[in-house]
């Protein structure tokens, strides 16, 4: 018998337990619950008695030994020296504050010098992680199988190889399968004979673990049989072919995030500009305002962040709305007719905003907490995962201009803001307002602005800049769609985003937005009205 399985065999007897022993089940011989017993085993310095003290803990198996297994291998467990004590300890200024790791119960506090922290290094770090993957195995939640499995593959020996193998023809569910027969075609990869290689390397053709990757990649480097070298280039080139293609995937997905973000940001633009012929340099300070109205209500409310942006979202297109109709009536409504004076008063209403928030915010970025909702990522494989945060900003840009529309095609506010948009002086013959029309339209694109802000806090810091890096885009987007039509606005946006970030990994970032530039340029000298245009006399002339 070799060295390795000399050293694989404790874990060996510990499968055979795990095997044939119930989940609940406690080995009388193996009862090591209480804190003393526990000290004892967690204390000693040869590191093959700790690793004998872990094979105890997963043989037990209930919750408690999980729990230990959980605090040693997050280096929370020490020992008391003057009560020889099992502890946890967390810092508390200058001193420690000490409990029990199986009650919980408070011991008070005690100064460094009084612990001595339970060892622990890579050997024991692996079979820790083993021995509750182990346990995990046995979980009725597939997705903890399935972390299970993918643990075990980091390092998987003779005493696993017959309980993955066990495994197999039992697990119903399709995911956790698949993982196993990778697990167990690693291992025949790593350890087998040439023949078992080329077989099992079938199978890890079709991975898209990591580990995989990295044991073709280490076994190329290292493999004279000309066979199996080809066999092992064959699968990289496979691996290559399917992460290309995640690539690609990832980064369309990018784009139709950066197209939502530019979407919030230019729908309100292009009604703005569309029925009041307005260019409004401080739209980028609405976006700003209604990131940092979401701060505002975090910072109010620490203890309400699940629901911060619900509250958040209606309250940021109250406060950007109301700004926008002030700037309209007290400046915007003397300028109708000169766009290039429109132009440089809202430049510098947007400099005014700016400094006001660097005078009540400082000039910091302010970080704004991301919900538990709309935390991690979307796990669809190995290769390939999603941010929830992104998933969520592009289904609300869908339905803000869902809604937008809907106001647009089917509430009276809407017809009077199609008709001024289309003949402003025949709507007025017909009795509309058109004053309050301009500012309720002012106030709505300010308003949706905002909304954008409240997004855009969940994927960058909030800074009085902040509007000033989506201004130009935003304009671009509603140039190159067509001014004042929503439908436009929607293809370009998430047209523009898609295209920038494909461009990104080949061109870079700068390069990619440069292109863009000169495409929307070169499109606009042939096509100047958008890619869909308005109709209406008054549009024509």
Not at 97 to 111: F, N, T
Not at 230 to 242: T, V
Not at 353 to 365: D, E, H, K, Y
Not at 518 to 539: D, E, H
Request: glycine share 8%.
């Amino acid at each position: 018998m070799n060295w390795r399985l000399w050293q694989a065999l404790p874990l060996v007897c510990l499968c055979l337990l795990f095997v044939f022993s119930a989940p609940g089940q406690v080995l009388a011989s193996s009862d090591a619950s209480s804190n003393e017993e526990l000290a004892t085993m967690l204390g000693e310095k040869s590191w093959d008695k700790l690793e004998t003290a872990i094979t105890r803990l997963s043989v037990k198996g209930d919750d408690e030994s999980q729990n230990i297994l959980t605090l040693w291998l997050s280096g929370q467990l020490f020992i008391e020296k003057k009560t020889q004590r099992l502890v946890t300890a967390e810092k508390s200024g200058r001193t420690y504050l000490i409990s029990d790791p199986i009650s919980g119960d408070a011991w008070g506090e005690v100064k460094k010098r009084s612990l001595k922290k339970v060892r622990i290094n890579n050997r024991l770090r692996n079979s820790i992680k083993t021995a509750l993957a182990l346990w995990d195995l046995k979980s009725e939640d597939p997705d903890k199988r399935l972390q299970a499995v993918k643990e075990i593959s980091k390092d998987i020996n003779v005493s696993t190889l017959p309980l993955l193998e066990g495994m197999v023809e039992q697990e119903t569910d399709t995911d956790v399968q698949a993982a196993l027969t990778t697990a167990i075609a690693l291992y025949n990869f790593q350890q087998g004979s040439d023949e078992l290689k080329l077989e099992s390397l079938k199978t890890l053709a079709e991975s898209d673990n990591p580990i995989v990757r990295s044991a073709l990649e280490s076994a190329k480097n290292t493999t004279k049989d000309k066979q199996l070298l080809q066999g092992i280039h064959s699968a990289l080139a496979d691996l290559d072919r399917r992460q290309d293609y995640y690539s690609a995937v990832e980064s369309m997905f990018f784009g139709l995030s950066l197209g939502s973000v530019l979407l919030l940001a230019a729908i309100g633009l292009a009604i703005t500009f569309g029925v009041m012929g307005v260019i409004n340099m401080a739209h980028g300070e609405m976006m700003m305002l209604g990131a940092y109205t979401t701060f505002v209500i975090q910072s109010a409310f620490p203890s309400l962040i699940e629901q911060s942006l619900f509250i958040a979202v209606p309250m940021a297109f109250i406060v950007a709305g109301s700004v926008g109709i002030l700037i309209e009536r007290l400046v915007i409504r003397h300028l109708y007719g000169r766009p290039l004076e429109t132009l440089l008063a809202t430049f510098g209403i947007s400099l005014i905003l700016q400094q006001a928030v660097r005078t009540i915010f400082s000039p910091l970025n302010q970080a704004v907490s991301t919900p538990e909702w709309m935390s991690g990522s979307w796990i669809i494989n190995d290769a390939l995962s999603l941010t929830w945060n992104r998933v969520y900003i592009i289904g609300f840009s869908l339905a803000v201009f869902l809604t937008l529309l809907f106001i647009l095609r089917h509430t009276r506010f809407g017809l009077n803001m199609r008709a001024v948009t289309q003949n402003r002086a025949m709507a007025s013959s017909m009795g509309i307002h058109t004053s309050r029309v301009d500012a309720l339209t002012f106030g709505l694109g300010s308003g949706i602005a905002g909304v954008a802000g409240v997004a855009l806090s969940q994927l960058t810091n909030v800074g009085p800049n902040l509007g000033q890096n989506y201004i130009i885009d935003s304009f671009m987007v509603v140039v190159f769609g067509g001014v004042g039509n929503l439908w436009g606005t929607l293809v370009a946006a998430m047209g523009l985003g898609v295209v920038n970030k494909l461009l990104e990994p080949w061109a870079g970032a700068v390069v990619a937005k440069i292109l863009v530039l000169v495409f929307i340029i070169l499109f606009i000298q042939k096509r100047p009205k958008g890619l869909f245009a308005l109709k209406g006399r008054a549009v024509e002339d």
